[in-house]
C-alpha cells in the first residue's frame, strides 16, 4: 500500500527556517516524481516546489524559489524541503504528493499523497 508520511512541520518566526520530510514506502520510489504543495487556510491548493525522479530537475513556484530548495534520497526513500527566509504568507498545511510520471505543478496527476504537516509563520 502507497503511503507519504511528512513531518517536520511547527510554529517559526518571521525569517526562520523549518525542514519538512516526506517519507515514503509501498512503492518503487525511485519511480516517482515528488511534488510539494500547500493549502492556506480559506485558500485552494497552491504548488510549491517539485523534484524528478533522479533529483536531477527541481522546480519551484515564484513565491518560493530561492528561499525553498527541494532534495531526495532514493536510497532512503525521503524528500526533504528546506525552507528558509520564511513568511507569513507560506503558513499552511503542506503536504507531499507522489506520480509515476513527469514532475508538474498541476496536482491533479499526483494520485498518492500524505496526510500534511502544519506550518505557521509569525510576524
Known amino acids: 500500500q502507497e503511503q507519504l508520511i511528512e513531518s517536520g512541520g511547527g510554529l517559526v518566526q518571521s525569517g526562520g527556517s523549518l525542514r519538512l520530510s516526506c517519507a515514503a514506502s509501498g512503492l518503487t520510489f525511485s519511480d516517482y516524481a515528488i511534488g510539494w504543495f500547500r493549502q492556506a487556510p480559506g485558500k485552494g491548493l497552491e504548488f510549491v516546489a517539485s523534484?524528478?525522479?533522479?533529483?536531477?530537475?527541481?522546480y519551484y513556484s515564484t513565491s518560493v524559489k530561492g528561499r525553498f530548495t527541494i532534495s531526495r534520497d532514493n536510497a532512503k526513500n525521503m524528500v526533504w524541503l528546506h525552507m528558509n527566509s520564511l513568511k507569513p504568507e507560506d503558513t499552511a498545511v503542506y503536504s507531499c504528493?507522489?506520480?509515476?510520471?513527469?514532475?508538474?505543478?498541476?496536482?491533479?496527476?499526483?494520485?498518492?499523497w500524505g496526510q500534511g504537516t502544519q506550518v505557521t509563520v509569525s510576524s
Open positions: 523534484i524528478d525522479r533522479s533529483g536531477g530537475y527541481k
Open positions: 504528493a507522489a506520480r509515476n510520471g513527469p514532475t508538474t505543478a498541476d496536482p491533479a496527476p499526483y494520485p498518492f
